[in-house]
Each structure stands twice: as C-alpha cells, then as structure tokens.
C-alpha cells in the first residue's frame, strides 16, 4: 500500500497536476504559498516603476499600450493572489506579509525609471527574463498555479515586444535618442541579469523544488539562456552590453559572462535598494487610503441584501 | 469582523455553444461587482459571453480520496489517460 | 463649416483625453486590486477614443497635424476639454463621481450623434457607445455604494460633490459651437439631470445650495490644473521636439 507521500511524487514524476483538495506535503504547501505569492507581490509592485511613466508616454499610442502593459500587471497579479488563496492563505493575509517586510518581491523593481527609455528596457530586459522563468511554469505542478501562468504567459508576449520596439525606434532616432537607449541598458542590464536569483550552489530549496516541479529549471540555466538571447537580439538594436566579458564561447556553445556583483543582489534584497522604502510605501498608502472605499462596499453589499431579504 | 471582500469563483462561457468554464477567482463586494470585474479582469472585453459569478464559499466539491482513487501501482494506473480509457499498450502512441 | 466641426471634434477629443489621463494616474494607486484594473479599462477607452477623434481632427486639419501634434503640441489655450475633466482625482469618491457627471453627459451626446450626418464621427460614437453605456453603469453603481455605504463614505461623498458641482454646468451648456453644428444639447440636458437626480437621490447625495457655474474650458480658459496636466504629458515631445516614439 503506497503512501500519499509516494502517490503525490509519483503524479508530479508523471506530469499529473495537483490540485487544490488534492493530499500534498506541507513543506510543498508552504513553498508554493511563498513562491506564488511573492511572485503576484512582484507583479503589483512592478506596476510602480512603469506606472510613473503613464502621464509622461511620448505618444497616445504609448501611452494607451503602457497603460494596457501596467494593467495587465495587476491582471497577473490577481491570477496569481488567486492561485495562492486556493492553498489555504486569504489575499489580506498576503497583501499584510508583503506590507509588513515579511514576504519578498522581485528586487528588480527597487530600482527607479529615470528616463523614458528605461520603459523599453524592462519590457526587453525585465519582461525577458520574467518570460524566461514563466513559460516553463506553465508544467508546474501545481494546477492552479500552472493554469494562472498559462493565462499570464499568453499576454506577456505583447509586453516584451512592446519594449524592444520602444528601444528599437529610440536606436533608429537621434543621437539624444541613441544615447537614452544606451542609459537605460547600461542601468538595467546587471539588474535583469540578477532577477534569476543566486547560483545553484546558493540555492539550498532548488532541488526540492525541482523534485516538487514547482521549479522547472535552474537558476543558473535560466540565466544563461537569457544571456544567450540579449546578446543576439542586441545586435538588432546596435547597443552594447555592459560587460566587458561577454564573449561567444564556441566550445560550449553558449556566451561567457562577467562576474555578478553578488553584494549588489543581497543589499537590494534586504531592504536597500534604490526605490525599497518607496515601492512599499506607495503600496501601504494605497491600501491604507483605500479601506474606507473597501468598507463602503462591504457595508452597502449587506444593506442591500438585508432590504432584498 | 473582516472587511475583505468575499472571493468569488468565475465560470465564462467565451462563445456561443460551449460550456461555461472556470476562469479563476477575484474579491468583490457583491455579485454585480464580481460580475463587472469578472469582465475586466478575465473577458479583456469581448463581446457576446456570458459569466456566472459564485461566491466561492458557496461552492461544494467532492474529495479526491486517495485510498480509492484509481492509482493502483501494479496495474496500467488509468488515472494518467485523462480519458480513463484503456487503451492498449499499441495504442498509446497515437 | 470645416473649421467649426473641426473644434467640435477637438473639443471632444480633448474631453475624452484629459478624463482618461486623470483615471490613469490611479493605475497602481487603487482601493484594490479588481478596482485598479476597471479605472485602467475606463481610462484605456477614454484614450482610445481621443485617438479616433484626433485621428478625425488631423484629417480635417489637413496641414500635417497628427494625432500627437494635436494632442502634445497645444498649449491650455487651445485645449477645449471641459474644466471637470481636469479637475484633480482627490479620492476615490471625488474620482468615481467625475466619471458619473462625465459619463451621464457622454452617454446622451453619443446616442445623439449616432445620427450625425458626418459618417465618420457618427461612426466613432457607435464605437465608443458601447464603452460609455459601461462606463455610465459602473460609476452609478460605485456613486450610490459610496453615498450610502458608511458615515465616512457618506461624508466623503459630500465633500466631493461640493467640490465637483459647480463644474457640471459646462457639460450641458450650449455654446455657438454646438448650435452651428446642429448639436441638441437641450435634449442632451434633460437626460443629463434625469439621471443625475436619479443615481444621487439612490445615492443620498445632496446638491449643493450654491448653484454657481464656472465655465470656460471650452473656450481654453481653464484652471491651473490643466496646465500641470499638459507639463507631465507633453515633456516629452517638448524636451525631445520632432522625434519619433
């Protein structure tokens, strides 16, 4: 007589997803509350740094698909606050972890937009990176979690290409334009890279995880695909990538790079990154101004069902 | 007493002559609100669907139990066939 | 003949541009999350509309405007938006009820031009008629929740509507434009205040005693906050002049 243990390994060995009433280790259960939730915590705060370029886009058309770009953000995020509840946590009880420093969100977003460009940036460099890491959790083994990334994976596509077309135009334009795109790779490129998190030998869960198919690859590799990729597309752009190492290795058929400025990553994660105070400071604010709107609602929904009743 | 709003399960029927099929969940404060942001948030507005909102507390499911489910280590363990046909070992390739 | 429905068409335009800038700087600001991304819809079809309707006016223009020239190269002097467009979002409450007062002015005009001789603008409303009808249902629904959910909400709602009132009259005033161009705007009026007194009675809003108009967007005098709106959008292509997007 099997265990739930080995029947649980044995669906996730054959591709069965796991669902929501399904019997599954409390570890796994923790972990992915973490994983999804931090994951729908960086897609809200990864409204912000775009978010501050809606009023300034340069043209109708960029301000409209920056806005549908920013909106379909809140979008993943709720598909994944969604995913999350379905393990037993209340979208309140996240949005308090996130306010109170308790969970993560993707450091990426601690740093600031300061140009115009940078909108193109993270949509080639940060969207990437993001599609990267999404496409193969759509075979997560959670349902729920995997059917949230199907949804998120078929609209970000449009996201990615909106910001290479951004920078394309800006390295087609004038020297003042050439010179905004380069800015704006140079500053978000480290960054980017680094959204793949620590080395494998860093990363104590990754095999867990791995096991548990709530990761598909790892940090590492993800990485180096990312890197393979930039490094051709950014010949179409004719910019350079900040670092001097970048080199075609033919031998292992993939690019070598610099070394990454691990000091930089794990400041920015504890807390001191550029934007840190700011980004859950306008998140605390929106959520504390907005209560009395949240109560008015609740308070008129039972009005209303106590005059219907 | 919580002020969150209640989360409801959305069910949308994206075109005629199909059934309605479960999109996710969102918090609304009454059901004409979980059907409006069910729009916003899962239809990016399309024409023509219908949506059936259910508060989720409201929704009742039945429990996978383990000690009966079709998983049975010495046989062809169906529950992979999403079908649950038996398919001959010649067939499975198709 | 032209150069009147041109500034009909940019009137409109302006309208719907500085409503959907204002709803946009909610995104990533709202009550909730659900709340969040309605208001982005609302002001995505706000902008969308200007664009059908900058589109039209370049058109008419003729001498190489285009739907950006129109939009980021106009000073507040020649803007013609209404002043309530760009009056600041506040709260919620104040943002939820400028929609109401806008949207119950839109639906009525639109519904009105489906019969425009013009084919192109009769066009464009049907398009965006859809979109208002939910724009209209949406800040109703939210204008009554807020007027009668709780105390704070209810006061909240005063505060707004003091602060909105005197804005209103503009939308459903005649100017010379609207009659050469054949515009009923008493009909449009008459709509206007039915559902006003509708949704605010539901609502338990009172108007304010004091009835005073201000008008004047139309004819680009506006208040200092459209010139703090045009800073933020136009610096761009002002700072970069004649570059490409």
Same mark, same amino acid.
């Given at each position: ?46 409204? $912000? ?9 340069? %043209? ?7 806005? *549908? ?17 379905? $393990? ?43 599609? #990267?890491?999404?496409?193969? $959790? ?35 334009? %004038? ?18 890279? #680094? ?13 867990? %995880? ?11 590799? $993800? ?43 794990? =400041? ?12 859950? *400071? ?28 | ?29 009454? @059901? ?31 429990? +996978? ?20 046909? =038996? ?8 | ?56 006016? @370049? ?48 639906? +009525? ?12 603008? *009769? ?30 909400? %209810? ?75 045009? =800073?933020?959008?136009?610096? #761009? ?9």
């Amino acid at each position: 007589m099997e265990s739930s243990l080995d029947i649980f390994q044995d669906k996730v060995d054959n591709d069965i997803s796991i669902e929501p009433k399904d019997w599954m280790p409390d570890e796994y259960r923790k972990t992915l509350i973490r994983q999804i939730s931090q994951h729908a915590h960086s897609e809200i705060v990864g409204m $912000l740094p775009e978010g501050n370029w809606i009023t300034r886009a340069p %043209s109708l058309k960029r301000k409209a698909t920056l806005i *549908a770009k920013v909106q379909d953000e809140a979008g993943h995020g709720l598909y994944l606050y969604s995913a999350a509840e379905t $393990l037993g946590i209340s979208r309140d009880e996240m949005i308090a972890q996130l306010h109170s420093g308790k969970a993560k969100y993707s450091s990426i977003f601690n740093y600031p937009t300061l140009t115009w460009a940078d909108i193109g940036a993270i949509g080639w460099l940060v969207d990437g990176a993001a599609i #990267m890491n999404q496409v193969p $959790l759509c075979r997560t083994s959670y349902g729920p979690y995997a059917r949230a990334m199907i949804r998120v994976c078929k609209e970000e596509s449009f996201h990615q290409r909106q910001g290479f077309e951004i920078l394309l135009i800006l390295s087609r334009g %004038s020297e003042e334009q050439r010179a905004l795109c380069q800015d704006a790779i140079n500053r978000w490129w480290w960054p980017s890279v #680094m959204m793949f998190g620590p080395g494998d030998e860093a990363s104590p869960r990754s095999a867990q %995880s791995i096991k548990w198919k709530v990761k598909r690859f790892t940090n590492d590799e $993800l990485r180096q695909k990312f890197i393979d990729i930039c490094a051709e597309q950014i010949k179409t752009l004719g910019m350079q990538i900040p670092d001097p190492a970048l080199k075609w290795n033919e031998e292992k058929n993939h690019y070598d790079f610099g070394e990454i400025n691990w000091e930089e990553f794990w =400041n920015v994660v504890n807390g001191n990154g550029p934007c840190n105070k700011e980004r859950l *400071a306008a998140r605390i604010k929106a959520h504390e101004e907005g209560a009395w709107v949240r109560e008015a609602a609740i308070a008129f929904a039972e009005k209303r069902k106590t005059h219907n009743a | 007493m919580t002020n969150e709003w209640p989360l409801w399960e959305i069910f949308i029927r994206s075109k005629q002559g199909l059934d309605h099929k479960h999109a996710g969940s969102l918090h609304a404060a009454d @059901a004409q609100m979980a059907i409006e942001n069910a729009r916003d948030v899962y239809t990016r507005r399309q024409e023509g669907i219908s949506i059936w909102v259910v508060e989720s507390k409201h929704i009742h499911a039945s429990s +996978p139990d383990e000690a009966e489910s079709l998983y049975d280590p010495a046989n062809d363990k169906v529950y992979r066939h999403p079908t649950f046909y =038996n398919l001959p070992i010649e067939l499975k390739h198709i | 003949m032209p150069v009147s429905l041109l500034n009909y068409i940019l009137h409109l335009a302006d309208n719907a541009l500085i409503m959907g800038h204002r709803n946009s700087e909610w995104t990533g600001h709202g009550p909730i999350l659900e709340q969040d991304i309605a208001l982005s819809n609302i002001a995505l079809d706000l902008i969308g509309q200007s664009r059908y309707l900058y589109q039209f006016a @370049a058109e008419l223009s003729g001498n190489g405007a285009t739907e950006d020239s129109l939009a980021y190269l106009r000073g507040p002097e020649d803007y013609k938006n209404c002043l309530i467009t760009e009056q600041d979002n506040g709260h919620w409450g104040k943002t939820v009820l400028r929609q109401f007062f806008f949207s119950a002015y839109q639906y +009525p005009l639109y519904q009105q031009q489906l019969n425009n001789k013009n084919a192109q603008l *009769a066009a464009i409303v049907e398009k965006s008629l859809k979109e208002v009808t939910y724009h209209l249902r949406w800040s109703s629904e939210w204008v009554i929740r807020l007027g009668q959910g709780t105390e704070e909400s %209810s006061q909240k709602m005063r505060d707004a509507i003091n602060d909105l009132w005197k804005y209103t009259g503009e939308l459903i005033t005649e100017t010379d434009l609207d009659k050469q161009l054949g515009i009923n705007v008493s009909i449009i009026a008459e709509h206007w205040k039915s559902r006003v007194n509708d949704i605010l009675n539901q609502a338990g809003i009172i108007v304010p005693d004091d009835k005073r108009m201000i008008v004047g967007g139309r004819l680009g005098i506006h208040t200092e906050h459209l010139q703090n709106i045009l =800073n933020d959008m136009q610096y #761009m292509q002002r700072t970069y002049p004649g570059m490409e997007w």
